[in-house]
């Protein structure tokens, strides 16, 4: 079935540093793909929509010039988390429906990040 | 925007009993409504979803049902097991799961041997 990759899985590092995260579609090509935000303990939160060939669109509240979203090919999409402090711990997790009728979104296994 | 409300925040159950998760929706245009399992530092898995112009969909001891009127679904595991226990949460989009899920906040199901 249609599978999507997260890597990292898991990040440490110290505050000021960018960390990219990537998000590939390994048997589907994926127009879109979706990021969420999940804080311990709580549900997952939509920071933006990644589009292929075209700017990201990003909710309300998540700052588009510190979370840098690229989607440059048709699997593959980058998060890229600038000047990391604290706060911006959490687990990332993408998603990307599959073009293909009425298919589920397929979920990757997340990146917990952990700024020091 | 959607609104997605889901009861309880956390389900005890004895192994073998049934266990039942209910979700509520807002908005009225909202088609697409599947449930995820999410074990301990890892993504969700998708255990069942169903559409709108479905009541009720089974699969082996999962189902879910879907009442359109009153913007309620709901999930039902029978005959529980410890390796059921997990967080699981609802979600709701329009355009069949298309478009960005909104989440309920979780179910927390320990299922006690």
């Known amino acids: 079935g249609a599978v999507v990759s997260q890597h990292p899985s898991w990040v440490i590092c110290k505050s000021g540093t960018s960390v990219k995260i990537e998000c590939r579609s390994l048997d589907f090509q994926a127009t879109t793909m979706f990021w969420y935000r999940q804080f311990p303990k709580q549900s997952l939160m939509l920071m933006a929509t990644?589009?292929?060939?075209?700017?990201?669109?990003?909710e309300q509240g998540v700052e588009k010039d510190k979370f840098l979203i690229n989607h440059a090919s048709l699997t593959l999409s980058t998060l890229t988390v600038t000047s990391a402090h604290p706060e911006d711990s959490s687990f990332y997790i993408c998603?990307?429906?599959?073009?293909?009728?009425?298919?589920?979104?397929?979920f990757g296994d997340g990146t917990r990040l952990s700024i020091l | 925007g959607e609104n997605v409300e889901q009861h309880p925040s956390t389900l005890s159950v004895q192994e073998g009993d049934s266990a039942v998760i209910k979700c509520t929706y807002s908005?009225?245009?909202?088609?697409?409504f599947p449930w995820y399992k999410q074990e301990l530092g890892k993504g969700p898995q998708l255990i069942i979803d169903?559409?709108?112009?479905?009541g009720e969909k089974k699969d082996q001891r999962i189902a879910v049902t879907l009442n359109k009127t009153a913007k309620h679904f709901s999930l039902h595991i029978t005959e529980t097991q410890p390796e059921d226990s997990a967080v699981y949460f609802c979600a709701a989009s329009r355009n069949s799961g298309n478009t960005p899920l909104v989440f309920g906040k979780g179910t927390r199901l320990s299922v006690i041997a």
């Open positions: 990644s589009n292929e060939g075209s700017k990201a669109t990003y």
């Open positions: 908005d009225s245009a909202s088609n697409y």
């Open positions: 169903i559409r709108s112009n479905v």
């Open positions: 998603s990307a429906p599959v073009p293909l009728g009425n298919q589920p979104q397929h």
